[in-house]
Structures are given as C-alpha cells and as structure tokens.
C-alpha cells in the first residue's frame, strides 16, 4: 500500500485516502486464559478477584476441547480488533499453553505465549508442584514453540512467573536463570494493587521493594514487562529505567478491578519504555482501540489531582497502543511502524463516507460520524473516542491478511 500521508504523531498511522487509515496496535499484556469472564467482576479487587473469578476458570484448561473453543475465540476476537501482536499469559498446562502457541501461528497472529508458573498462595487444584515441576513445564512450551517456528518470527515463547507472590524466591531464581540462559523475554506483575505490594513485603522481608524481588531474581531486565506499575515509588521506578525493563500500563483493568490510576506521565518523563495492555479479563474489552481510550480518560483522572501535564493526547496514547507496545515487546525494529524494511502489520480502519441527512447513516462505519469539514487528525480523534471493530475492515500480519470485513477491496 503506498503511503500517501504521515502525520506529526509520528510514522506508525498511514492515511490510505481521505477515510481509511492503516494503523498496528499491540497488546503487551492479555490473559488469553481468561477470555470467557471479560466483563465478569463483579466489585472485586485484585486478591479476591483471582480467587473467586480467575483461578476457577484457569484450572478449567486441563480440558484440551474446551481450551482449543476458548483459545481460537480469543485468537479471532483480538484480530478482528486489529491486535497484530499479543503478549499471552496462558495456563500452568503444558498441552493447553501448546495448543494456544499453535492456534496463533495457524491464524497468523504475532504472539507470545507463556505458561504460566505459580507454586504458592494458590489453589491446591492450580499450582505447580515444586520449583523442578515450574521449570520443567516451562521448558517444555519452549521447546515445542521452537518445534513450530525455530526463529521465532512469529510466535515466541515467554517465561511468565505470575507474580512475585504466587512464586516461591527458589522458582524466581530458577526462572530468573532460565531467562539468561535462554534470553527468552519475560512477564510478570508489580503494583497493581496496595493490599498486593503490602503482600510482597511479608513474603520477601528481606528486599526493600516489590522491584528489587525481580531483581534480585534476575528477572528485571531489558527483555522484562511489567505489568499495571500503578503503584510505583520513585526508587522502583529509578531501578526500572536502570536495568531498562518495560511497562505494560494497563488503565481499563486499573480501574475495573479498583487497582488505582497509574501516572504515565510521569513514567515516559523519566524516560520509562510504556506500551499498553487489556489485561483481559481485569480488563473488560480485548480491544487495544478501547484499551487507548481508557489511557486518555485515566491520565485525565490524574490531572485532577496532579495539573494538566499529566494528561495524554490522542497522539500519545495511539503511540503507546503502537509504537511504545512494540517496544515493551523488543520488536520496534520490526513492528509498530511503517518504515521501509519493518514488517507490514496493520489494521486498515474506515471511517464512514461523508453524507447528508437525507443518505442516512452509514452502519459500516458504527458510531464514527465524518461530515467532511474534519481535519485528518480529527478524523482520527473521533475513532479513538467513538470507533469500534466496526471500523476494522482488514488486518495483516507479516503481510499476511488474517481478518477482513465485508466492503474490503484488497
């Protein structure tokens, strides 16, 4: 598709004509496993949240039918929302944390796919057995992705301690070696919550903060996200940009779950890597567009109390949705761009022709109205604001076309 315009937010939007636009959201943190419950939370915060929601349903994926139903769902959900690229935490199930590496590499969604490691403060039903057990596993979903693509140009694995509490300091070490030896990149939790954070200072009273547990595990690294970082010290954060890990700023599941309103301001200020996650299912939506949305409205929330700076512009935000999650992901020499030699992922949107009153509404382009006097950047405001994967008519990754709706013309 030849670039016709590039404008001042920077190069990862292309207006393909005056109402489409091409654009590549990645997700830097999804609970594939959790699909089913998205919306399911009830008035839950984080704690009781995984207990009585999430470690239920997780456990349920020893089920190979029933993971393959949810797993293709999820799969084909994401991508008809243009996610091009999704970091995926899995089950503790080898087969079904497998099965979820083969179903994106058959669909063709850029993925990594971790299973997931847990051997404390969980259900005797859903847990691994002994530090040995979570490395072994682990290793196994590692050697079968590299069975189905042994250069990882698609799918990847990822070593994913759950968080620091549900692990033992012996299974964070062991995983912290697994992630040197290997160079594999890593995922886990920090701050999402205070009743969290005072959690990890019981269970690790001999580290000074919930950063320096990853560190001194060896898993706070430049191949490391972080997912939510809501409650971040300025020492956390100084440790952070020191071993250059990445944050995954997740602001739908932030607010759903009662987690907190994270200050990405001040993160990208200090010079922090920051894309954005669903956190599906804290997270309501799978939706990245969505997903940018709620950064905006969070920062907003955070400018109440902190000043107007603390506020992300539409520009910002389609940033941290593309370019910044490529980034947290380590591919921004391939992805979240359109540069010459990058990889063609994207997401063509189409916003609706212009038309009077008496042509009615055009259902194609759902609630984004274009009436012809908008500017560019304008157009692309009000997706943000009021689009919706009624406007996704065609995704491609690697230029691979692996969505489309009806009206694409490819």
Not at 149 to 163: G, V
Not at 189 to 212: T, W
Not at 235 to 254: F, Y
């Amino acid at each position: 598709m030849a670039l016709q315009k590039t404008v001042y937010m920077g190069p990862y939007i292309h207006c393909k004509n005056l109402n489409n636009l091409d654009i590549c959201p990645n997700d830097t943190h999804i609970y594939a496993s959790q699909y089913p419950n998205a919306g399911v939370f009830g008035k839950s915060t984080l704690l009781d949240w995984l207990n009585t929601y999430t470690f239920p349903l997780e456990s349920s994926f020893k089920d190979l039918e029933r993971a393959a139903r949810i797993y293709n769902r999820v799969v084909a959900r994401t991508l008809s929302h243009g996610t091009t690229t999704a970091a995926y935490y899995a089950t503790v199930h080898v087969p079904a944390t497998n099965l979820l590496a083969d179903i994106c590499k058959s669909r063709g969604q850029r993925a990594f796919v971790g299973r997931v490691c847990m051997d404390r403060l969980s259900p005797d039903y859903y847990q691994d057995e002994s530090t040995e057990s979570a490395v072994r596993d682990t290793q196994a979903c590692i050697d079968h992705i590299k069975r189905i693509d042994s250069d990882f140009a698609l799918i990847s694995p990822i070593i994913t301690p759950r968080f620091a509490p549900s692990c033992t300091d012996e299974t964070l070490a062991a995983l912290g070696k697994l992630h040197h030896d290997t160079n594999i990149p890593c995922q886990t939790h920090i701050s999402e919550n205070r009743k969290e954070i005072d959690l990890v200072k019981s269970l690790f009273p001999a580290s000074d903060s919930y950063a320096q547990v990853y560190d001194t595990a060896g898993l706070l690294t430049p191949k490391t996200i972080l997912a939510h970082a809501v409650h971040l010290t300025p020492a956390e954060r100084h440790l952070i940009k020191t071993r250059d890990a990445k944050i995954s700023h997740c602001p739908a599941s932030n607010t759903a779950i009662t987690s907190g309103r994270a200050k990405v301001r001040t993160m990208l200020d200090e010079g922090l890597t920051v894309g954005l996650g669903t956190d599906v299912s804290g997270g309501y939506t799978s939706s990245m567009l969505t997903e940018t949305r709620e950064a905006i409205f969070v920062s907003r929330h955070v400018a109440m109390d902190e000043g107007d700076e603390a506020k992300l512009s539409v520009e910002e935000a389609l940033y941290l949705a593309t370019r910044g999650g490529a980034k947290v992901v380590g591919l921004e020499e391939r992805i979240g761009g359109f540069e010459v030699g990058m990889d063609w992922d994207a997401q063509m949107v189409r916003l609706g022709a212009v038309g009077g009153a008496e042509e009615g509404l055009d259902e194609r382009a759902g609630l984004v109205e274009v009436f012809g006097e908008e500017t560019w950047e304008e157009k692309v405001a009000k997706w943000v604001y009021t689009g919706d994967d009624r406007n996704t008519i065609a995704v491609w990754v690697k230029g691979r076309l692996v969505h489309s709706r009806e009206g694409f013309e490819g």
